[in-house]
């Protein structure tokens, strides 16, 4: 069983990210840089079921909060900021803090701590499971759609990531601007989605059926993605080149998915996370190279749209605003206008 398997998400988790996933078929991937009370809270119950040392956990996270925050300050203790208290930053810090305080603890802590057993207090020695701690904050993390997440023993932004910033974003951005890459779109969230519910085998199948749809929406049909890059190569949509470089690694996602389930998906038990990450990244790299844009280009028409989108809801807002002024200087203008002078006369 994964170390995920503990916390596994229960079914209003499950239609909570069903539902996001909807939503992203519409609009997009939207990343923040921030963390919502929901997962600050959810983090502080995942600490409090792997370490008997939680309080530990968190009073070295507020000691690292005073050098590695912006401004070597805090006025609300870590515990409370998980709980709900302090904004969606500060929040996001402590969550950075937690983890490192976390691992640190893991490895170098052997001072016994003080637990109730039976009524009775006791001491016992520390137990941190740093690895579930990390692979279920992780796993919040990216359901939730945080642009942050562990790795190699630092917290740090996906978009440091090279092909999170240049491969996966962009990819699930340029599905999200033209509609006809709708299908497409959809299984390339699914496939997200799927992993942050640590469900590498769905997220690989997923990944797959991004590409192929992609490829169906380019007009390139086939059997199978290897069926589509022949096609796509003769059609002149990719080149040679492309094909071969391509061909090795889609054949391993597409997988002869035969041998390790049935013909339309891997079993859980045979794929792992990394497993899933490249099936991810292969499939968002072709995107972005039939694309024909620069990375950087498809971020920034995305961001225009934003903008332009807020423009057009501020310029709704401000009419509204003016109809709903007018209406109420005409209101006024009536119940103070001067009684007509033929008010008080008899009509016959």
Known sequence: MSRLGRFSPLPSELRRRRDLSAQERVVGPQWRDDCPVDVGRKVLAVLQETTNAAERVLLRADRHRRIGTADGSFEVEAAEVLAGDGNDDERLDVVAAVLYAMTALAEDDDQPVQVEVDWNEEWVPPTYDAGAFVTTVDDILLGSRLDWTWDAGRFQQRGNHVLHAEVVKPASTFLALNP???????????????????????????????????????????????????????????????????????????????????????????????DAWLAIHVAAALIVRLANEEPRNIERMHEERERAKAQRAEAEEAERVRREREAEQQATAQRWAPPSRYDDEVPF
């Open 180 to 274: 006809k890459f709708a299908r497409a779109s959809a299984g390339f969230e699914a496939a997200l989605t799927r992993l942050s519910e640590n469900q590498p085998a769905v997220a690989i199948t997923d990944a797959a059926t991004a590409v192929q749809e992609f490829f169906r929406a380019l007009g390139v049909e086939g059997g199978s993605i290897s069926d589509q890059l022949n096609a796509a190569a003769r059609a002149g949509i990719i080149s040679q080149a492309d094909r071969k470089l391509l061909k090795p690694i889609i054949e391993w996602v597409n997988a002869d998915r035969s041998s390790r389930g049935n013909a339309h998906q891997f079993r859980d038990d045979d794929a792992t996370k990394a």
